[in-house]
């Protein structure tokens, strides 16, 4: 609850949608190490892409076990950050552990593939979230960027009405390194890229609502 200064006003914030977006510093170490892992995968999945992320492709076993290979020092940069992002929503819970991703899968998007809008189950995530490891050169503004789109449905139309309360579209640029988070009922999608040379790489997460249990454990592996 707010109170506003010198008014006899109570305020609140309802339906915030929080986004987060951290980087790992030390991404361009473990660049490579997490292309193989990735290409390695697919490649025994028999998978070259992901045209409109199907979710029977996305959980084939090849893919989602990734999770096992990643090095130990990305695991920390992805709890830490999950971490701080559930203790922005909630404060007073946690600490998290990977078991507490419930899924997790990568994404590789070559020339002109895309995901369709979509959101994840609220069933299985509390939290979504989508790591660049590797992202092509583009020649226009919105290739190969993640959209999010505005929660509150279409009443976010006019021009004036989204100087005041925000756009209806929440743009994410891919830079390698970058961890991005938001909530699942949050319907997002990927813009296709022009490169004919490089492949954009991603690893996206769900957290489960076991994270929510809070307070117990500690952030094993
Ligand atoms: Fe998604």
Not at 31 to 42: F, G, M, Q, S, V
Request: proline share 7%; aromatic share 10%.
């Amino acid at each position: 609850m707010y109170a506003a200064a010198e008014q006899n006003v109570a305020m609140d914030l309802a339906w915030p949608t929080i986004i987060s977006e951290a980087v790992f510093e030390e991404a361009d170490q473990y660049r490579d190490t997490l292309i193989n892992i990735i290409e390695r995968a697919a490649s025994r999945a028999g998978v070259s892409g992901q045209t409109g992320r199907l979710p029977e492709l996305t959980m084939r076993p090849e893919l989602v076990g990734i999770r096992k290979d990643l090095p130990r020092e990305w695991w920390t940069f992805v709890l830490k950050s999950i971490q701080a992002h559930l203790a922005a929503v909630r404060p007073g819970l946690y600490p998290i552990g990977s078991k507490q991703v419930s899924e997790l899968w990568p994404n590789i998007h070559r020339i002109g593939e895309f995901h369709a809008p979509h959101f994840h189950s609220f069933e299985r995530s509390v939290l979504v979230g989508t790591y660049y490891v590797g992202v092509p050169e583009v020649r226009s503004e919105l290739e190969a960027c993640l959209a999010l789109m505005d929660p509150r449905g279409r009443i976010s139309a006019s021009a004036e009405y989204n100087k005041f309360h925000g756009a209806s579209e929440y743009i994410v640029q891919p830079v390698p390194g970058k961890l991005v988070l938001f909530p699942p009922h949050v319907v997002h999608y990927v813009y296709p890229h022009r490169s004919t040379t490089a492949v954009r790489y991603s690893i996206s997460f769900n957290v489960s609502k076991a994270a929510l249990a809070g307070g117990t454990g500690s952030a094993d592996f």
